[in-house]
C-alpha cells in the first residue's frame, strides 16, 4: 500500500498517515470504538495520543470491502516526544551522538526550523509501533464486545487483539516518491558502486540497512577465498595436503572477516545512532505481561514479573526440553546409521544398480528428517522463550538463538563430528555431508 499525502483526522486535523492498523471486517462496533479511544487518548490517561481515521474500503493493499481498516499518524510535536520517549540517539552541533531530548532539540545538527525533515520516515514509523504496542489494559476485564477476551492490568491491547484473531496486521506505508528515488540510486542504474547503506537506512531502518550492508561486505570477503580456491578444483584433486593448506587458510579467513564485520558494524551503529541507543534504553516488549506497577527507575507504570519464576521456567521446563530434543536427535543419528549399515550390507551381498542406489536413501531420508525437527523445535523453540516472560526483546532474542542454535548444530552436525572423529570413514562423511 501507498502513502498518501495527508488525511483528514475526527477533529478536522491533517496528517501524514504512516502505519496502517486492519480488523476483521466482522469486528464489534464496541471493540472499535474503544480500540480508537485507547490511540487517541492523552499519555497521562494511559493512551497513545496518536491520530488515527478511517481508510476508504476496498484500498489497495486491504481486503476488499474491509471497513476496519485505519491509518494512523501523529503530529510533528508528538513524533518529537516519541524520539525521546523510545531514546533516539542524533547527531550534537559538537559532532558526538547524543540520546534526543525535546527541550535540547535545537542543539541538534539536523533540527531546522519545526522539526520537519528531522526523523527519517522509518524512525517515525517505529515511534508510531512503539507507541502502539505499549498500549496496555487500565482496569479493562475484557475487551468490549467479547467478553471471553480476557484482559488484566498490564497486558498488550494489540498484541492481544492479534493473538485472538480480531486485529490482522499492523504495517507500515510505503512513500510512493521516496521509494522511487531509493530505487533508482539503489539498483535501477547500472553502476560499479557501493549501495546507498544511508538512503536504506532512512527509509527501511537500520536493521535492513545493516543487512544489505553484511551482504556487501561478506559478498567482498569472499573474493580472496575463490581467487585461491580455483586452482585448488581445477589441479590436483587427490593432494589432500594442499587441501589441508587451503581449509587452513579458510579457518583464518573466517577469523579476519568476522572481526572486521564487527569493527565495521559497531562503526555503522554508531553513525546511526543504535550502538548508544541499545546500551541506553529498552523498554518492556510487546509480549511481555505481568502486574502493572512502577518501574523504580524510570518512575514509568509497566508490567512486573517475577524473576524467580522466570528462572523456575527456564531450569525446570525449558532446559529439561532442549535436553530431551538432543536425546532424540541421538537417537535419529543412530537409526540413520543402521539404515546406512543395513543398505552396505545389501550392496555387498548383491552390487547391482538398484542396490546402489539404494546406498542414498538413508542419507536423503535422514537430510529430510533434519529439516522437519528443525522446524519442529523452532516452533517449539518460540513458544517456550514466550512463555518465559523475558522483560526485555534483546534479552528474548538471546534465549530464543540460544535454543535454536544449539539444537540445529547438535541436529545437522553431529553426525558429521561422530562420522569424522569416531567412525573416522571419509567416503560415509563426504556422502552425509553433500546431502546435509
Not at 498518501?4 to 483526522?9: E, I, K, N, P, Q
Not at 506505508?173 to 537506512?201: A, G, M, Y
Not at 585448488?232 to 579476519?256: I, R
Not at 529498552?282 to 509497566?302: C, D, K, M, S
Amino acid at each position: 500500500m501507498q502513502k498518501s499525502l495527508s488525511v483528514y483526522d475526527s477533529d478536522g486535523s491533517t496528517f501524514a498517515p504512516l502505519v496502517v492498523i486492519e480488523l476483521v471486517s466482522e469486528t464489534k462496533e464496541e471493540a472499535i470504538a474503544w480500540l480508537l479511544n485507547r490511540v487517541r487518548d492523552k499519555q497521562q490517561d494511559g493512551g497513545a495520543e496518536l491520530l488515527v481515521e478511517q481508510l476508504t474500503p476496498g484500498a489497495q493493499g486491504t481486503e476488499k470491502d474491509n471497513p476496519n481498516v485505519y491509518v494512523v499518524g501523529a503530529s510533528w510535536q508528538r513524533l518529537l516526544y516519541g524520539a525521546e520517549d523510545v531514546g533516539l540517539f542524533k547527531e550534537f552541533n559538537d559532532g558526538s551522538m547524543r540520546g534526543f531530548t525535546y527541550a535540547n532539540k535545537h542543539n541538534f545538527k539536523e533540527f531546522q526550523g519545526d522539526g520537519d525533515g528531522f526523523l527519517s520516515m522509518a524512525e517515525c514509523q517505529y515511534i508510531i509501533k512503539h507507541e502502539l504496542d505499549n498500549l496496555r489494559a487500565k482496569d479493562e476485564a475484557h475487551v468490549p464486545g467479547y467478553p471471553k477476551m480476557k484482559l488484566y492490568p498490564g497486558k498488550s491491547v494489540i498484541r492481544r487483539m492479534q493473538s485472538k484473531g480480531i486485529l490482522v496486521q499492523v504495517f507500515p506505508l510505503h512513500e510512493k516518491e521516496e521509494l522511487k528515488r531509493l530505487s533508482f540510486s539503489w539498483f535501477k542504474k547500472i553502476k560499479l558502486s557501493f549501495q546507498p547503506l544511508d538512503d536504506i537506512r532512512h527509509y527501511f531502518g537500520e536493521g535492513m540497512a545493516l543487512y544489505f550492508g553484511f551482504l556487501e561486505y561478506f559478498t567482498l570477503a569472499l573474493i580472496p577465498m575463490a581467487l585461491i580456491g580455483i586452482p585448488y578444483y581445477l589441479f590436483d584433486w587427490e593432494d589432500y595436503d594442499k587441501f589441508t593448506v587451503f581449509a587452513g587458510f579458510n579457518l583464518v579467513w573466517c577469523t579476519v572477516i568476522l572481526e572486521l564485520w564487527k569493527r565495521l558494524s559497531a562503526s555503522l551503529a554508531y553513525g546511526w545512532g543504535t550502538l548508544s541507543r541499545k546500551k541506553a534504553f529498552e523498554e518492556p516488549r510487546p509480549g511481555f505481561h505481568g502486574i502493572l506497577g512502577v518501574n523504580p527507575v524510570t518512575g514509568r507504570a509497566e508490567p512486573l514479573y517475577s524473576n524467580a519464576k522466570r528462572q523456575l521456567r527456564i531450569y525446570l521446563v525449558s532446559v529439561p526440553f532442549v535436553l530431551l530434543c538432543l536425546y532424540l536427535s541421538l537417537y535419529v543419528m543412530m537409526i540413520y546409521f543402521d539404515m546406512e549399515g543395513w543398505a552396505l550390507m545389501i550392496h555387498d551381498e548383491e552390487p547391482t544398480f538398484w542396490t546402489g542406489l539404494l546406498l542414498f536413501i538413508p542419507s536423503i531420508i535422514y537430510a529430510v528428517v533434519i529439516e522437519i525437527m528443525n522446524l519442529i523445535y523452532r516452533y517449539a523453540a518460540e513458544f517456550l522463550t514466550g512463555w518465559e516472560n523475558h522483560r526485555l526483546e534483546s534479552t528474548f532474542q538471546n534465549h530464543l538463538v540460544l535454543k535454536v542454535l544449539v539444537f540445529n548444530f547438535f541436529n545437522c552436525f553431529a553426525s558429521l563430528f561422530y562420522i569424522a572423529f569416531v567412525m573416522q570413514d571419509m567416503v560415509l562423511l563426504r556422502q552425509v555431508g553433500h546431502y546435509q
